[in-house]
């Protein structure tokens, strides 16, 4: 549950009802991760009765008790759920704006409406103080309860005959009260006969009742007719206000050639002729009994979820091609980099330490030297270094870093503000090209390492470092960019034979820790070539 008085916010779905239909969506919603709110005014259809059938598992369940369970089933997920009836929804961007009694108000993604419908009864004197208790309309809900019992069948609808012959399943005691209905034809008598059913006619004044019990009813004649149950179509009516303020109509339902009453039309999965608003349980479905609803329930929130999925995905994909395309751009980068003090742990990499040291100085290229710490390892120990990047701000924290590692090795650096893409390093020009974890999207990373591997001298050692592709399937925090990501194996590839000897193309493991503080292994994609 939540506190109504400060509740506000964005859901992913807001689901109007908090009967079977509604509870049964939010269970399958919230178990599927998404947000939800349950808006239920409390007034379920089935109120009146006893207990519920035909619920697998829960057979002869009171109505309040199953729905208690429902409510802590849906919480026990992370479902919400207030008290109340819901006022207004109107559209807002791609979702609703959802307006509560007393002024609440939140966003939803998606709406669930479960606001069943009511039962219109016939205007009969006594029949609405009786029902739900022994004066019913569902065999299949109430039938168990008066087995064997006198029912009689207030013929004021279309469903009059084929209630008759449904009830007589029941008992063997079953009478169809004409009421204002005419005479069933010769044939339908003889089927009525043969099945036992007596034919009752006259109007029905009212029912009679002993203590608080039915004892039968009383025709305009005065005659007294014993009965246990009194069985009349109601006409259902949808409670539709919502859906028709957002343009969403009734239909008549039909039955036998008759209207029965009305329902919200939608499809297999609920879903109206509103995008983003789906119906469950008795509102689109009259028929529906306790346990279908919830599968109706259960149903559209499956649809709703996939249609969530599809939008996160379109929402996924158009950050993700934003972020590809300014990710590594000089912009991005200062943003980057004026967000915290330091980004990068002050350390040189170590396949640069593992591969460098053993080389004679002299002239390097580092690229994308960010905060410097390789630069100035290498001028530690007597390399000419033209350290470059994209970030302003990077450069001027590496110089500081450098200047505190004394004038000497300040003076062997070079910090030079470029982006090598537009202004690629001199051909020919450098002993030692690094480049350490240096990401682009595919073309223009291979781009890249062409022009790095072109200003290396005769002689000269490249060495690309990078995340291998594998580092994905772990736990490692990780930027999940596949096609920015390479094995130095395809590296390698891209080099001349004739001109390149590799002496690494290999994936070097590595133990980091993951977010959660869990030792993983990643692999460095490794590439270390000699120019010829």
Not at 23 to 35: P, W
Request: proline share 6%; net charge negative.
């Amino acid at each position: 549950m939540v506190d109504e008085t400060v509740m506000g916010g964005a859901y992913d779905v807001v689901v109007v009802g908090g009967g079977a239909a509604g509870l049964g969506g939010a269970l399958a919603l919230a178990l599927a991760r998404r947000s939800v709110l349950v808006v239920d005014a409390g007034r379920p259809r089935n109120a009146p009765a006893g207990h519920v059938h035909n619920y697998l598992t829960r057979e002869g369940t009171p109505p309040a008790e199953l729905v208690a369970a429902g409510r802590e089933e849906v919480t026990r997920y992370g479902g919400e759920i207030v008290s109340g009836d819901v006022e207004t929804a109107v559209r807002d961007g791609d979702g609703f704006l959802v307006t509560l009694d007393g002024g609440r108000s939140v966003r939803a993604r998606r709406l669930l409406v479960a606001t069943g419908l009511v039962d219109e009864l016939p205007e009969v004197p006594g029949v609405a103080g009786r029902w739900g208790r022994d004066v019913l309309h569902c065999p299949y809900c109430h039938g168990w309860e008066v087995r064997d019992r006198r029912i009689g069948v207030l013929a004021t609808g279309p469903l009059a005959l084929h209630q008759a012959h449904l009830w007589r399943q029941w008992s063997p005691h079953v009478l169809l009260l004409l009421h204002e209905s005419p005479a069933p034809d010769a044939e339908e008598a003889e089927r009525l006969a043969a099945r036992g059913i007596t034919v009752v006619d006259g109007p029905v004044a009212g029912l009679e009742v002993d203590g608080d019990a039915l004892t039968g009813v009383r025709l305009a004649s005065g005659e007294v007719v014993a009965l246990d149950a009194v069985v009349v179509t109601p006409r259902f009516t949808p409670r539709a206000g919502l859906l028709e303020s957002l343009g969403i109509k009734p239909v008549d339902l039909e039955v036998d050639g008759g209207v029965i009453g009305s329902q919200i039309p939608a499809d297999a999965n609920g879903a109206t002729s509103v995008p983003g608003v789906w119906v469950a349980g008795n509102v689109t479905d009259a028929r529906a009994q306790v346990i279908t609803s919830a599968a109706a329930g259960l149903t559209a929130a499956g649809a709703i979820n996939a249609d969530l999925v599809a939008e996160d995905i379109r929402e996924a994909v158009e950050d993700y091609r934003h972020r590809v395309r300014t990710m590594f751009e000089q912009d991005a980068w200062e943003e980057r980099y004026r967000a915290r003090p330091e980004i990068w742990s002050g350390r040189p990499n170590p396949q640069l330490v593992a591969e460098a040291a053993g080389l004679a100085p002299g002239r390097a290229l580092d690229v994308g030297s960010g905060e410097g710490a390789d630069a100035v390892w290498l001028a530690e120990r007597g390399w000419r270094v033209t350290a470059a990047d994209i970030s302003a701000t990077a450069l001027e924290r590496a110089a500081a870093r450098a200047e505190r590692a004394g004038a000497q090795v300040a003076g062997r650096i070079d910090w030079v503000h470029a982006d090598l893409r537009a202004e690629p390093p001199a051909e020919g020009a450098y002993d030692l090209v690094s480049s350490q974890f240096m990401h682009l999207p595919g073309e223009a990373r291979r781009e890249l390492f062409a022009r790095l591997a072109a200003a290396v001298a005769p002689g000269g050692t490249l060495l690309i470092v990078g995340h291998h592709p594998s580092d994905l399937r772990t736990t490692a925090r990780r930027m999940h960019f596949p096609d920015m990501m390479f094995t130095a194996e395809e590296v390698a590839a891209s080099l001349d034979p004739a001109a390149w000897k590799v002496l690494a193309a290999e994936a070097r493991p590595r133990t980091a820790q993951d977010p959660e503080g869990r030792d993983v292994t990643i692999h460095d994609a490794v590439l270390v070539a000699r120019r010829r």
